[in-house]
């Protein structure tokens, strides 16, 4: 059976692909901060873990790798976070913030997933989610944009 590990698996992006996934077949490994409100099937494995942190991102790719077996065959990072706030009014936390849940979540997953992958000798397939803002200019989406370009 293939599997798939899927950051920030509460929001719409992720949930579709979910959904997707899980009708073609596919064994689900979804990740989000808070699982309380997460929408899972009782198949799925559920991981509540920051991936912002290294330590996040190793716990979510242990746990999905125990649960399977294996490392998971895909890893599909939908984790991120928005700021919507014109250039100069936007404050040094919320573009942090928006670094981290964007930037460094991919960062820290990819890496801990390729050392899962190269551990058990196995390929993978990896998919980072962007956004149209990123080749775009859209008024008040500097931070975002800035994210999302820096993971195409």
Request: charged share 15%.
């Amino acid at each position: 059976m293939k599997t798939v590990l899927i950051t920030g698996a509460r929001g719409g992006v992720a949930q579709a692909l979910a959904a997707t996934l899980r009708s073609a077949g596919y064994r689900l490994a979804l990740v989000s901060r808070d699982i309380s409100s997460l929408q899972a099937d009782a198949d799925d494995v559920v991981i509540e873990a920051d991936v912002s942190s290294v330590a996040g991102a190793q716990l979510a790719v242990k746990t999905a790798t125990d649960a399977f077996g294996a490392p998971p065959n895909a890893f599909a990072h939908c984790a991120g976070s928005t700021v919507i706030a014109p250039l100069a009014r936007t404050k040094e936390e919320q573009y942090r913030a928006c670094m981290s849940a964007n930037i460094d979540s991919a960062f820290f997953c990819t890496q801990a997933y390729l050392a899962a992958l190269s551990n058990a000798k196995q390929a993978g397939s990896v998919v980072l989610f962007s956004s149209v803002v990123a080749g775009m200019g859209v008024s008040n989406h500097a931070a975002i944009a800035a994210a999302k370009g820096a993971i195409e």
